[in-house]
């Protein structure tokens, strides 16, 4: 049973790999809309990417000090809870 699944995953897997070029391709002209708003948007992000950088890497930083005391926050409750028994 699990050699017959292991066989039909990887047949899915190769027809996937080959229609992925079909559904690359299948871009309609209905999507110049979108791409006027990729293309302001793009004109917009490089016109103030330092900006975006400084903000990325403030972000960043302090979702690290964030992870970092949750981790410490949650090992002090461990060394705690041990202390307490």
């Known amino acids: 049973m699990k050699k017959m699944f292991n066989t ?20 309609t002209e209905t999507n110049n809309i979108t ?3 990729d293309s302001n948007a793009a004109d917009w992000l ?19 000090i964030w992870f970092y005391l949750l981790r410490m926050s949650r090992r002090l409750r461990k060394v705690e809870e041990k202390l307490t028994k």
Do not use: D, M, W
């Open 35 to 37: 791409q006027e708003l």
């Open 8 to 27: 039909s995953l990887k047949q899915l897997f190769f027809l996937g790999l080959l229609l992925i070029p079909y559904l690359v391709s299948a871009q």
């Open 46 to 64: 490089q016109g103030s990417y330092r900006y975006n950088t400084v903000v990325a890497v403030l972000a960043i930083i302090f979702l690290g």
